[in-house]
């Protein structure tokens, strides 16, 4: 993100410089601490001064991208302002200083925006030169410098991301130096501890360069394509508001233009005076045309009447005889339920004589019931004499008495006999 020139010393002045120095000391300041001193941390950055000029690196290029990235929500925000009002057509170019002072007229923290100052260079341009020539080229340059901006801006980010990689190979190589500078082959056993720790304290400097450089190129990377993505929008802002909106004139050819207007103004009013002749003539069709629509709509609801009342009729006809049917239909239902009423009541009295001849047999039925019963008495009787005449061999006088008996029973089954035909 480029910021503007200031005069003087301030132009020398770095803040990102400034807020890294403060950020390593206090960095250090709180490592250097009694309960960090045995920190993994602590070992990776303090333990040889190589490791502090990366550390120190590293802290100004992450200020260096925090301050760039504050810049940002001003830059969106600047994106969705209306910059200029809505045009209508081309525009003559001495309205180029009327849009300069309302993007000049914009709050202080817009004016200082990437989109603002694109603009007002844009506008500048117009103003100066007092036409609209070589206008796409002088856009297509100043879109060209806003990319060259960027590139320079994050110098420092490249230089810390380019540098870093040799500051840890420079540490190691001085640690393998300290390790095995005046060794001989006789002290390796009593120093390779040493050497050892050397050399663990060498490839610590490489990690911690390592780490550093690609942290630096990944913000790197994200820091140029959100500013990238910034500057596409910045271009298509520019070109969809300024690219055509002024008119391109040559002074060589303004007789010719000022004879093309008149012509073109004396062909708008006699095409005008045309258009309105020929409107008046459409007019009048229209208005024939709608009467005689009228007309035939209004003999197309006469017949639609019309066939609505046949209609009317023939369906009250219809009633009238499917009335009538249903009327005859009933009549006839009525006498053939009375039909059916009347042999319904036959055989009802039918079944009242069926039920008096059931009485009459049951009646039958018990009388001989009773008579059955008497029977089986006098057989006990015979059964209980026979019994006695054995009992006191009488066997003559049982004879006689069964004949006796045999003889009473002929009879009363002959009064029983002649009881049942009469009771028939």
Same mark, same amino acid.
């Given at each position: ?41 602590? =070992?990776?950055? +303090? ?6 000029? %990366? ?9 260096? %991208? ?7 929500? =001003? ?18 170019? $001495? ?7 309302? &993007? ?26 007092? +036409? ?24 420092? &980010?490249?230089?810390?991301?380019? &540098? ?9 190589? &001085? ?13 390796? $056993? ?10 663990? +304290? ?213 009064? +029983? ?8």
């Amino acid at each position: 993100m480029s910021h503007d020139r200031k005069p003087g010393f301030l132009r020398a002045f770095d803040p990102s410089f400034a807020l890294g120095t403060v950020c390593t000391i206090a960095f250090y300041a709180v490592i250097n601490q009694p309960p960090l001193r045995d920190s993994v941390l602590h =070992r990776y950055t +303090s333990e040889h001064v190589v490791e502090y000029a %990366i550390v120190a690196l590293f802290i100004w290029g992450v200020i260096d %991208i925090l301050l760039k990235l504050l810049f940002l929500p =001003r830059e969106i925000l600047a994106l969705r302002q209306e910059w200029l009002p809505p045009r209508v057509g081309r525009e003559p170019a $001495a309205n180029a200083a009327a849009l300069l002072e309302h &993007v000049r007229s914009q709050p202080r923290w817009l004016q200082s925006s990437r989109v603002a100052r694109r603009l007002t260079q844009a506008l500048d341009y117009v103003t100066e030169s007092g +036409s609209a020539e070589d206008y796409r080229e002088h856009l297509q340059y100043l879109s060209d410098q806003d990319d060259d901006n960027l590139q320079s801006n994050y110098m420092l &980010v490249r230089f810390v991301a380019g &540098v870093t990689p040799v500051l840890g190979f420079l540490g190691t190589v &001085v640690h393998f130096g300290t390790a095995l500078s005046g060794i001989s082959f006789n002290e390796m $056993a009593q120093r390779l501890s040493d050497v050892v720790g050397e050399m663990g +304290s060498a490839f610590n400097t490489t990690t911690v360069a390592l780490a550093a450089a690609m942290t630096m190129l990944f913000s790197l990377f994200i820091c140029e394509r959100i500013e990238r993505s910034v500057g596409r929008s910045i271009d298509r802002l520019v070109d969809r508001e300024l690219l055509t909106r002024f008119e391109v004139k040559d002074p060589n050819i303004l007789p010719f233009l000022a004879a093309v207007e008149s012509a073109n103004e004396e062909s708008l009013r006699s095409i005008s005076t045309n258009l309105h002749r020929q409107t008046e003539v459409w007019s009048q069709s229209l208005d024939t045309l709608y009467e005689r629509f009228d007309q035939r709509q209004q003999q197309e609801l006469d017949g639609w009447r019309e066939a609505l009342e046949i209609l009317r009729e023939r369906h009250e006809a219809y009633d009238a005889g499917l009335e009538e049917r249903l009327r005859q239909t009933l009549a006839l239902v009525d006498s053939r339920q009375d039909q059916h009423m009347a042999q319904i009541q036959m055989m009802l009295e039918r079944a009242v004589s069926v039920r008096d001849d059931l009485t009459g047999l049951m009646k039958t039925l018990e009388s001989i019931a009773r008579g059955e019963g008497k029977l089986v008495e006098l057989q006990a009787s015979l059964t209980e004499n026979l019994r006695v005449l054995r009992e006191s061999q009488q066997i003559d006088q049982a004879m006689h008495g069964l004949t006796a008996a045999i003889h009473l029973l002929t009879a009363r089954h002959r009064q +029983s006999g002649g009881f049942d035909s009469a009771a028939a």
